[in-house]
């Protein structure tokens, strides 16, 4: 049950676009259409943004956007506002009812 | 409105136990599986426990399996978390989850702390 790897920053400018990559294996990411994505903010608990790979909650602007290739999804925020600024956990069932979050990434913007 | 509010974290020396509750609302809890996720204080999430809607196939991190125990009681819309044997090393933030669409977790509690020292 390693944890999936993300970088541990992003940044980008106000309008522009962030990318955050998460890895696993074949076990997790890989083998499951089951990638969601967290925003957390300092203080607060997470909150979806992104389930089953790509697609996004009620309420979730469609500036996020969410993919996956092999064993890496990827997160992607486009047009960056300062609200966006947080922390991003991606997660993946890993079969056998196990579960892996990913390292998480900060993301800044500038 | 859903609502998750977890209880029962404190200071806890190693070795002890602990029962952690979230009280659920605003949702049919008997239909959803329910998770428990820690985070240590400015750290990342980890994956703890979760358990299926009617509470017989609960599942654990190898680094809580026979210490930690999922339950839940449908008829006071309530889930548990039982700790024991604690350790420093389980020190974090201990958030209920909602399961949502296939395997995400779509509404969380606000988490209660749960310190082990001595």
């Known amino acids: 049950q390693s944890a999936l790897t993300q970088p541990p920053s992003a940044s980008g400018s106000p309008g522009q676009s962030v990318t955050i990559s998460c890895t696993g294996t074949s076990t997790d990411v890989g083998g499951h259409n089951s990638v969601s994505w967290y925003q957390q903010h300092p203080g607060q608990a997470p909150k979806l943004m992104i389930y089953?790979?790509?697609k996004r909650p009620s309420g979730v602007p469609d500036r996020f956007s969410a993919s996956k290739s092999g064993n890496t999804a990827s997160l992607t925020v486009s047009g960056l506002q300062a609200e966006d600024e947080a922390d991003y956990y991606c997660s993946s069932y890993a079969g056998s009812n196990n579960y892996v979050f990913g390292t998480g990434t900060k993301v800044t913007v500038l | 409105e859903v609502q998750l509010v977890e209880s029962g974290g404190a200071l806890v020396q190693p070795g002890g136990s602990l029962r952690l509750s979230c009280a659920a609302s605003?949702?049919?809890?008997?239909?959803?599986?329910m998770s428990w996720v820690g985070q240590i204080p400015g750290k990342g999430l980890v994956w703890i426990s979760q358990?299926?809607?009617?509470?017989?196939?609960?599942g654990y991190a190898d680094s809580v399996k026979g210490r930690f125990t999922i339950s839940r009681d449908n008829t006071k819309n309530t889930l548990y978390l039982q700790m024991t044997s604690l350790r420093a090393e389980d020190t974090a933030i201990y958030y209920c989850a909602r399961g949502g669409l296939l395997y995400s977790n779509d509404f969380w509690g606000q988490g209660t702390l749960v310190t082990v020292s001595s």
């Open positions: 605003g949702f049919t809890f008997s239909r959803y599986w």
């Open positions: 089953e790979v790509s």
């Open positions: 358990t299926n809607p009617d509470g017989t196939a609960p």
